[in-house]
């Protein structure tokens, strides 16, 4: 049995999550233009604050995330390849939309002056030069990991959107209007792995792999260590989040602790997944009590 290739059968249902995808996306179409205060910088050129050092990082961590779009389309098309012909339609879709989100985070720091743009292109230069070293390796590896990929990072924007609220609620509002595009994008994959389980739970030895092994498009960028650790500690985003917000919410959708698989080699990925999970989950639990600690010492 192939358990790397999506089920024929599963085509019609794939092509109504596109469908709904579609009209979803087109009842919140923007343009990114939009979510710039245009008019204001006209009268006020200072409209935009500066912003402290976590927000800017945040911003700048996800535009040269974003911005390797070429490279995650490539290889998308590439892994998706041979797949059913909807997979490769919501790839286009997908591509156009994901477009606007490192135009629209480049363009408010720009016309904000805040960072150094200058120092910014070469980081994109580097970035994409560099491309994305992805270890998808078939059409199911490939939803599943799009499908944990899009939910962090829609969980990463709903965070700094949090914190950014208090020095732009115009960068906010921009931040959870991104958050609304992953999560679309999330809901199609993780919908398409839910179908596949249902029909086949044997799927959880490739899904246990893709979990397993599971890193964020933009981990190659210059510094992404420091950028992660300053993000977990100060902007609410880390390994914590990972677990309860990412991790956790898909392991109870798509049920995993439930599922019944027939061969041996499944089996005894579902186990591994589930000992992985409970180490997640001990990781985010003791990162729950220092926060909880260091909020309390703050407060006495
Ligand atoms: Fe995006
Ligand atoms: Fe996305």
Redesign the pocket.
């Known amino acids: 049995m192939s358990l790397a290739h999506l089920i024929p059968s599963l085509e019609p249902k794939l092509r109504s999550l596109y469908q709904a995808h579609h009209e979803r996306a087109k009842r919140i179409d923007w343009a990114y233009s939009e979510y710039l205060p245009l008019d204001e910088l006209k009268a006020n050129p200072e409209s935009i604050p500066q912003l402290s050092p976590v927000v800017y990082t945040a911003v700048e961590t996800a535009m040269l995330t974003e911005v390797n779009l070429p490279w995650f389309t490539t290889h998308l098309y590439a892994a998706f390849r041979g797949a059913l012909s909807v997979m490769i339609d919501f790839l286009h879709t997908w591509t156009s939309e ?1 477009d606007q989100h490192a135009l629209l985070l480049e363009t408010y720091l720009l016309l904000g002056g805040n960072g150094d743009p200058k120092r910014r292109a070469a980081m994109r230069k580097s970035v994409i030069r560099q491309g994305w070293a992805t270890n998808i390796d078939s059409h199911f590896g490939a939803i599943a990991y799009t499908a944990i990929q ?1 939910l962090a ?1 829609q969980t990463f924007y709903l965070r700094v959107a949090d914190i950014a609220e208090a020095e732009d609620p115009r960068l906010a509002r921009a931040l959870r209007r991104l958050a609304k ?2 999560t679309l ?1 999330m809901a199609f994959y993780r919908d398409a792995v839910k179908y596949h389980l249902e029909v086949e739970p044997n799927y959880v030895y490739p899904l246990a792999e893709v979990i397993m092994k599971f890193e964020m498009p933009g981990s190659g960028m210059p510094n992404y260590q420091e950028r992660a650790e300053l993000l977990a500690a100060k902007a609410n985003y880390g390994p914590a989040e990972y677990y309860t917000q990412v991790i956790d919410a898909l392991w109870r959708y798509w049920g995993i602790d439930q599922l019944e698989p027939t061969l041996a080699r499944a089996r005894e990925a579902q186990l591994k997944l589930i000992k992985h999970h409970q180490k997640l989950a001990r990781i985010a639990a003791r990162i729950m009590e220092r926060r909880k600690k260091r909020q309390e010492g703050a407060a006495d």
Do not use: N
């Open positions: 994901e899009e990072t595009d992953e994008h």
